[in-house]
């Protein structure tokens, strides 16, 4: 994998108590630096996905609903009593 710089401003007095954070971890401020990228471009990722997959899911019951397959409220709600008292018996 080849490697770019990453340069940016920052006030002085946070870059040194960024600096002084990373040493007490035994650590550099550009490692710390790469954590937090790859963090945060992963958190980013499973955000997409799951927005993605609400999203499918949404258009699932919408053409569920637009098709007639739908379920009255109270067979829902008693579907749903059922499943919370199995719960609570365990």
């Given amino acids: ?3 770019a710089t990453f340069t ?9 108590d960024f600096t002084s954070a990373a040493k007490a971890r035994d650590r550099t401020g550009a490692q ?5 990228m790859r963090e945060f471009v ?14 499918r899911q949404v258009q699932i019951g919408i ?3 637009n098709a007639g397959q739908l379920m009255p409220a109270a067979d829902v709600e008693a579907h749903f009593a059922a499943r919370r008292a199995a719960t609570r018996r365990r």
């Fill in 1 to 3: 994998m080849s490697e």
């Fill in 8 to 16: 940016f401003r920052v006030d002085e007095a946070l870059k040194n």
């Fill in 32 to 36: 710390l630096l790469r954590d937090f």
């Fill in 42 to 55: 992963q958190s980013q990722q499973e955000a997409t996905d799951h927005d993605a997959w609400f999203r």
């Fill in 63 to 65: 053409d569920s609903a």
